[in-house]
């Protein structure tokens, strides 16, 4: 048996990657009408249904008619669930359950025994909280059905109705159990209503932060994930090429795909030279051929030094004509780099142009066309100051479209905050990768938007490391 019982919400178990962990108490909580009950017939219909898990239903109102009757409606007959042993539904006082369940061997365990129960629903603990009015009974309350219920590694969802005050009793009920599943009826542009579902804890077991959106179909409840979730299994394949970065190549499915055109949205706050410097130096370590464009922050020397500390030496892969520099501004270049760097601060737009086609994308494609692998770096920020928006967005194209067909990738690094609404959604459309990383608060964040295959990540946090690559994502 796994060691999650599926919910028999489809979306759910996507969310906490398998489902329900066995033997743990979860407590559903949500204002009236949001869908507790439903979501608790739900989760033991499927069990017994698909799972061949029997499942007790205990309702605190005195006629379970209406139940049967509201679940009907689903598809779910619930009769004759119970004729087949499968099913149990129990209609008792809250004061009755109670001593049941603190008599050893009582009623409730026979009957747990008697149908070999995995699962259980209340309906609702919130009857304990009027019954008893003291903090301190309640916690027992739910500490006794707590235990009880993992003695027979029930797996258990304890339906709460959430009061809007943050009151003590609530607070501690979430210490107390193993899981908090919030459900949320808003108001969607006034005239409709929005469901959501957010997991706000739960014991042991990872899950996708954040609020889902849900719809109470003809067949129960149906919930969507937030975001499409990212495979963990990579599927290696020669045409992704490797970050340099764990988490990140998993992200991407094995690494950026060749050919692609990727861009890195970041802003001067974030420290983004690691994460460029590790992309970029695995590429040569695998003999690529690279062609740069530093930044107007960075120069060669600062990228000879930077390089350093992924082992390249960038000065001997110049000489060896295994990377070239396209420089756009003013400054020294260092010894043993002049073969190597295609001057362009004095060149017109219309000079550079013609430079570009006549004498590198030549080289280029002649590389290709001998087996090589080409792999183009460019700092769009500074080539938006120094060519204009105009320039970059008609040659962005013409090159990204060109670099498809050749199998060359085009990595480019983008501030698409210092450059225009339009620019930037011009961009994210051209290119078919989106990665961005930006700073909030005192911590950076590590974020796809955009791949290939149409996945996207959650923000991952960006944290220093002490050896290469010097950054990982957490
Ligand atoms: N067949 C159906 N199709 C679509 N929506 C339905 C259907 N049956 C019920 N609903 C919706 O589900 C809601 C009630 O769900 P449910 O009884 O599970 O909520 P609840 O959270 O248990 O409410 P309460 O706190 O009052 O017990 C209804 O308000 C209705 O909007
Ligand atoms: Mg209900």
Not at 227 to 232: E, K
Not at 347 to 356: A, K, P, T
Request: net charge negative.
């Amino acid at each position: 048996m796994s060691n999650a019982a599926t919910s028999g919400v489809n979306g759910i178990d996507k969310i906490l990657y398998g489902g329900l962990p066995r033997g743990s108490s979860i407590i559903v909580e949500g204002s009236p009408g949001t869908g507790k009950t439903t979501l608790g017939v739900q989760f033991l219909y499927h069990g017994a249904v698909e799972c061949g898990e029997p499942g007790i239903y205990i309702t605190f109102e005195e006629f379970p008619q209406q139940i049967y009757q509201d679940m009907r409606a689903f598809g779910w007959d619930l009769r004759e669930l119970e004729k087949r042993n499968l099913l149990r539904v129990v209609s008792i006082k809250p004061d009755l359950l109670l001593k049941q369940m603190k008599t050893p061997d009582g009623l409730f365990e026979q009957m747990i025994r008697e149908i070999d129960c995995q699962r259980i629903v209340v309906d609702s603990i919130s009857l304990f909280q009027y019954m008893n009015k003291n903090p301190e009974e309640i916690r027992e309350v739910l500490y006794i059905l707590k235990n009880i219920f993992r003695k027979h590694n029930l797996t258990a969802l304890l339906i709460s109705e959430h009061r809007k005050s943050i009151d003590d009793q609530i607070s501690f009920e979430h210490y107390v159990v193993d899981g908090v599943i919030h459900l949320s009826l808003e108001e969607q542009m006034t005239k409709y209503r929005k469901r959501t579902l957010e997991i706000t804890k739960m014991r042991g077991r990872k899950f996708v932060e954040g609020e889902h959106i849900y719809r109470i179909t003809e067949r129960g409840i149906h919930l969507i994930p937030a975001l499409s979730i990212v495979d963990d299994a990579i599927v290696a394949s020669p045409n992704q090429m490797t970050t340099g970065i764990d988490r990140l190549d998993k992200l991407l499915s094995g690494g950026i795909p060749k050919g692609s055109s990727i861009i890195l949205d970041t802003n001067s706050k974030a420290n983004y030279s690691f994460l460029v410097a590790s992309i970029v130096s695995e590429r040569i370590k695998q003999g690529d051929r690279v062609l740069a464009m530093p930044s107007s922050l960075n120069g060669i020397a600062d990228t000879q030094r930077l390089y350093r500390l992924f082992d390249v030496d960038l000065e001997q892969i110049c000489r060896q004509k295994g990377m070239y520099f396209i420089e756009h501004m003013d400054r020294e270049i260092p010894p043993g780099f002049e073969e190597a760097v295609l001057d362009a601060k004095n060149l017109s737009n219309e000079q550079y142009l013609s430079y570009l086609k006549e004498k590198v994308l030549p080289v280029i494609q002649e590389g290709v066309e001998n087996g090589e692998n080409w792999f183009l770096y460019y700092d769009l920020n500074t080539k938006f100051s120094v060519r204009g928006a105009d320039f970059v967005r008609r040659f962005f194209a013409e090159e990204t479209a060109w670099a498809r067909s050749a199998g060359v990738t085009v990595f480019a690094l983008c501030n698409f905050a210092e450059i225009t609404g339009e620019s930037a959604s011009y961009l994210e459309r051209t290119s078919n990768c989106i990665m961005r990383t930006w700073v909030d608060g005192n911590y950076q964040y590590l974020q796809i938007t955009k791949s290939p295959s149409g996945k996207v990540s959650e923000p991952y946090l960006v944290e220093l490391i002490p050896e290469k690559p010097y950054i990982q994502l957490v």
